[in-house]
């Protein structure tokens, strides 16, 4: 007998379930409990797909404008994430700086899907991370550390953390 059998074991099989209840789905292949997959809605936005080839994808950032081989690069990849300070230092916002290079990016592949990338936990702030998004923001919305009473800090206690709970915080968040 082996460590994970037991002669006199609690664990029985169900056996009351009507086979009559399972029932196939032959109709549809593409419908996975009930749900369309993907959702019935104008597959254009979604990257072209197939299991025999995976899409690359890339999630990048950087304070200064792209190159023109960089965008190259960058348009060469099925899906682009422009995460934070994209463009900081040269458009004076990360929203400025990351549309600047999603436009680019989208000149050379127009079928190159873009995502902004928007930390929802960790309020960045200093040189490199100035968000438009940011204006009126309220710093009662900071998650406070219970043993310290003060915010909650991430990154060796550069960037505060978010408070979810507030529900002002979450419409200011929603409108934005």
Same mark, same amino acid.
């Given at each position: 007998?082996? &460590?994970?059998? *037991?002669?006199?074991?609690?664990?029985?099989?169900?056996? @009351? +379930? /009507?086979?009559?209840?399972?029932? !196939?789905?032959? &109709?549809?292949? *593409?419908?996975?409990?009930?749900?369309?997959?993907?959702? @019935? +809605? /104008?597959?254009?936005?979604?990257? !072209?797909?197939?299991?025999?080839?995976?899409?690359?994808?890339?999630?990048?950032?950087?304070?200064?404008?792209?190159?023109?081989?960089?965008?190259?690069?960058?348009?060469?990849?099925?899906?682009?994430?422009?995460?934070?300070?994209?463009?900081?230092?040269?458009?004076?916002?990360?929203?400025?700086?990351?549309?600047?290079?999603?436009?680019?990016?989208?000149?050379?592949?127009?079928?190159?899907?873009?995502?902004?990338?928007?930390?929802?936990?960790?309020?960045?702030?200093?040189?490199?991370?100035?968000?438009?998004?940011?204006?009126?923001?309220?710093?009662?919305?900071?998650?406070?550390?219970?043993?310290?009473?003060?915010?909650?800090?991430?990154?060796?206690?550069?960037?505060?953390?978010?408070?979810?709970?507030?529900?002002?915080?979450?419409?200011?968040?929603?409108?934005?």
């Amino acid at each position: 007998m082996s &460590d994970f059998e *037991d002669s006199e074991s609690d664990l029985s099989v169900d056996d @009351s +379930v /009507d086979e009559k209840q399972c029932v !196939e789905d032959d &109709d549809d292949d *593409d419908v996975i409990d009930g749900e369309d997959d993907p959702p @019935s +809605v /104008d597959k254009s936005i979604f990257p !072209e797909w197939s299991w025999d080839h995976v899409r690359p994808w890339v999630a990048i950032r950087r304070t200064d404008a792209y190159s023109d081989e960089q965008i190259r690069a960058l348009a060469a990849q099925d899906v682009v994430m422009l995460e934070k300070t994209n463009g900081v230092a040269t458009f004076g916002s990360v929203e400025e700086g990351s549309l600047q290079a999603a436009r680019r990016i989208k000149e050379v592949n127009p079928k190159c899907k873009i995502l902004f990338y928007h930390n929802t936990m960790v309020h960045y702030t200093g040189r490199n991370f100035r968000y438009s998004g940011y204006k009126g923001f309220n710093k009662e919305w900071l998650m406070i550390n219970p043993k310290t009473n003060k915010p909650h800090m991430w990154n060796g206690g550069k960037h505060a953390s978010y408070d979810h709970t507030n529900l002002e915080f979450r419409e200011w968040w929603i409108q934005r």
